[in-house]
């Protein structure tokens, strides 16, 4: 009798064991889905991206909480949360501590690099999130080639009679009507041929900002409307965007995300170790991601994407082909660069660089007075008039820094620059490392840290004349890509992955 109430027990602790198991299993399964999700997302929508890395970590924390996995050892952990506190730290003493809790769900995008850094079990995993990234940056590459090619609206200008029937409407030259009446119109013909019962009608339409693109709506009155398409001196012409901006409302971002994905593809395709037929398709992809980037006219942008990709080329090419390949991206870099300039050339630039400058000089009066702890993340975006800053009483702009290091200064505190600065040095030490100790043999585990190590030095670069530490679109995939080389560290440390690539 006893010892059939003690197999019971054993079959009892078994069952149980392999229905931890599963459960194990099911919840590691979803982990996977939601930072896929991240990858997949990331380009398309944001608050998609963020949202599926929330769902990841509180899926993970709870794994972790439980005992079912444990921690292990990961590279830069420490200043990673170590910037965390001092940022929460930080909002706590901010003197706008609203909108400094706030942008603390951005500096959070952090943690990414850490969950998936534990969370990722395999190569295979990480091959698909690289894959998933790649091809939902094509995506948005072929939806601004769409838009450059099909349009997106009629775009109106006018000269003398035109003019003032254009203004007694409620446009102003160079607006793009997207709709009119409620259907979508994409040339000059099909904007014409609406016809309307009733009046006014309803117009929806893009008008270009010192910031992007932004949309109003306007009511117009169906006669005054059939005078202004009868005016001599109107134009219409078939629109696309004054600078691409993809799925996202701005070019910065946009121009950010970009550099980071096409720097990804760029450091696969020089892998020593990849077959012709993947380096030509990477090689595509970098081209046209590349040319997509040009269309932002974010110079930053491109000059970081040009050192990133010098870097890809230098290291692990040596020889003729080496200067050859060197040569030829710095004059395709000129020549885009140039192209920019031409584009952008106008009387907006120079108020641009002078606002940029006032805000980094009266930044150290700032920094004078609250050096330990900042005045809070966003605080200076709230109630402006308290910082008597000069960029302000100039322009109607009240934006931020235009630098991350100077941003994290005088809003988290000199401390928590150190920290950061500590963060991003032993990130390029780690990177460096690893690329010069791993096995060039396998094309993607080189390719994915020479890929991260070029979006490392890209968003440096960057950061120093705009802050692109508060971009959420861009950093989510910065920190998906770095959380991805710590993946892979602990994957080759732990001997795990090595039969699924």
């Known amino acids: 009798m006893a010892g059939s109430v003690h197999l019971v027990e054993q079959r009892a602790q078994v069952s149980g064991g392999l229905a931890a198991a599963k459960f194990l299993g099911w919840v590691e399964t979803a982990i996977f889905i939601c930072l896929a999700m991240v990858a997949l997302t990331a380009p398309v929508s944001t608050k998609a991206a963020v949202n599926s890395f929330r769902a990841a970590t509180v899926l993970w924390v709870l794994l972790t909480a439980t005992g079912k996995r444990r921690l292990t050892r990961q590279p830069l952990a420490l200043p990673l949360v170590v910037f965390l506190i001092c940022t929460a730290i930080s909002s706590a003493l901010s003197l706008d501590p609203r909108l400094s809790w706030g942008r603390m769900r951005t500096v959070s995008l952090i943690f990414l690099a850490i969950v998936v850094g534990q969370a990722t079990h395999s190569l295979r995993q990480l091959k698909t999130l690289a894959a998933l990234l790649i091809a939902s940056c094509l995506l948005t590459v072929l939806y601004t080639a769409w838009q450059y090619s099909a349009g997106i609206g009629v775009q109106a200008t006018a000269s003398g009679p035109a003019l003032v029937s254009l203004g007694a409407v409620g446009l102003a030259p160079g607006d793009i009507i997207r709709k009119l009446g409620g259907t979508t119109v994409r040339s000059p013909r099909a904007l ?294 710590f993946a892979l560290n602990r994957l080759t440390t732990e001997g795990a992955g090595g039969n699924s690539s």
């Open 192 to 485: 014409r041929g609406q016809q309307f019962s009733s009046t006014p009608v309803e117009l929806l339409l893009w008008r270009e900002t010192p910031n992007a693109l932004q949309p109003f709506h306007i009511a117009v009155d169906a006669k005054r409307w059939e005078v202004l398409l009868r005016s001599p001196g109107l134009s219409l012409r078939r629109a696309h965007p004054p600078r691409a901006q993809g799925f996202f409302r701005h070019y910065f971002p946009f121009s950010e995300f970009l550099v980071f994905a096409a720097l990804l593809m760029g450091g696969f395709a020089v892998s020593p170790a990849l077959d012709g037929k993947r380096r030509i398709s990477l090689v595509l992809a970098f081209a046209a991601t590349a040319a997509t980037l040009t269309l932002t006219l974010t110079r930053i942008s491109l000059v970081s994407l040009a050192v990133g990709t010098l870097l890809l080329i230098a290291m692990p090419t040596k020889g003729r082909r080496r200067k050859a390949s060197i040569i030829a991206f710095l004059l395709l870099s000129l020549a885009a660069i140039a192209w920019v300039q031409h584009h952008r050339a106008g009387p907006e630039s120079d108020p641009g660089n002078e606002y940029r400058l006032l805000m980094w000089r009266d930044s150290l009066k700032m920094v004078r007075a609250h050096p330990l702890f900042g005045v809070g993340l966003d605080s200076v975006a709230g109630d402006w008039q308290r910082w008597n800053l000069e960029a302000y009483r100039r322009f109607p702009l009240h934006s931020h820094f235009h630098s991350t290091p100077i941003q994290l200064a005088v809003e988290c505190g000199l401390p928590a620059l150190a920290v950061w600065i500590w963060l991003l040095a032993g990130d390029f030490a780690f990177l460096l490392h690893e690329y010069r100790t791993s096995s060039h043999n396998d094309w993607f585990a080189s390719g994915l840290l020479l890929g991260a190590l070029g979006c490392l030095v890209a968003f440096v670069l960057t950061g120093f004349v705009q802050y692109n530490f508060g971009d959420a679109e861009a950093m989510i995939v910065f920190w998906l890509i770095m959380g991805m080389a």
